[in-house]
């Protein structure tokens, strides 16, 4: 039995169905496209905040291919358009996401994510992502509530100031031991010099002893250098 036909009476007997009933049943091949997002996104205020969203399409991805991004604030109100892609993405130009919405997607992946830039606490709402691949242009509605909060200090440290932290810290314990160190050391060297201090008996010097060879040495070099300088007069 096609799409569209229906059986009555207990015998085979093809009636057309109202489009409306075909899509409440979900029986055509145009309900295959599935959407999934995340339910609920906390981000932080002046931090990049992603919003995920992937599709499955049962048909091939073609140029007709299209992605919208809707949002609706917490407090109520109209759902407003802020994204659009077809080949190409086009952020909102207007409103208070103009310039802030990036396309972070590949519809080639079934990605339709954007990312939004410096959120702020009015920004939260609820948003939903659409996509339409022809003939697959039906499909779930999953909604994504972000909430954007403030970041608490001990949150404000990245990882890479705590590596920073973990590295040097230790090191600069270090040089302040051995500075200190090195200047009491210093300091008794001068209360030293300023007490006239003398080397003990038990200190050892550091002058070499003159062993008994050095001195007898010592005469033959002294006795030599005579005998080259005398005066006498060799007789004839």
């Known amino acids: 039995m096609r799409c569209g036909e229906a059986v009555a009476g207990g015998g085979l007997l093809l009636l057309p169905l109202p489009r409306g009933v075909l899509l409440l049943l979900g029986v055509c091949s145009a309900l295959s496209l599935e959407i999934k997002a995340s339910p609920k996104v906390q981000a932080f205020i002046g931090e990049q905040v992603l919003l995920k969203c992937s599709f499955k399409s049962s048909s091939p991805m073609t140029e007709?291919?299209?992605v919208d991004w809707t949002y609706r604030p917490l407090t109520g109100g109209q759902m407003e358009t802020v994204f659009h892609y077809q080949s190409v993405p086009y952020p909102t130009t207007m409103g208070k996401f103009k310039d802030r919405i990036s396309w972070v997607g590949n519809v080639a992946r079934g990605d339709a994510s954007i990312a939004i830039q410096s959120p702020v606490m009015s920004d939260n709402g609820t948003f939903i992502c659409s996509v339409k691949n022809p003939p697959d242009v039906y499909h779930n509605i999953p909604q994504t509530i972000l909430i954007?909060?403030?970041r608490g200090f001990f949150f404000q440290l990245t990882s890479a100031t705590l590596l920073s932290i973990l590295v040097f810290l230790p090191s600069i314990?270090?040089?302040?031991?051995l500075l200190v160190r090195m200047g009491r050391k210093f300091g008794v060297l001068k209360e030293k010099k300023k007490s006239g201090c003398k080397k003990s008996s038990i200190e050892v010097s550091d002058e070499p002893e003159q062993t008994e060879?050095?001195?007898c040495l010592g005469k033959l070099r002294d006795w030599c250098l005579n005998c080259v300088d005398t005066d006498e007069e060799v007789p004839y």
């Open 64 to 66: 007709s291919l299209t």
């Open 148 to 150: 954007v909060t403030e």
């Open 173 to 177: 314990i270090v040089v302040v031991l």
């Open 213 to 215: 060879t050095d001195s």
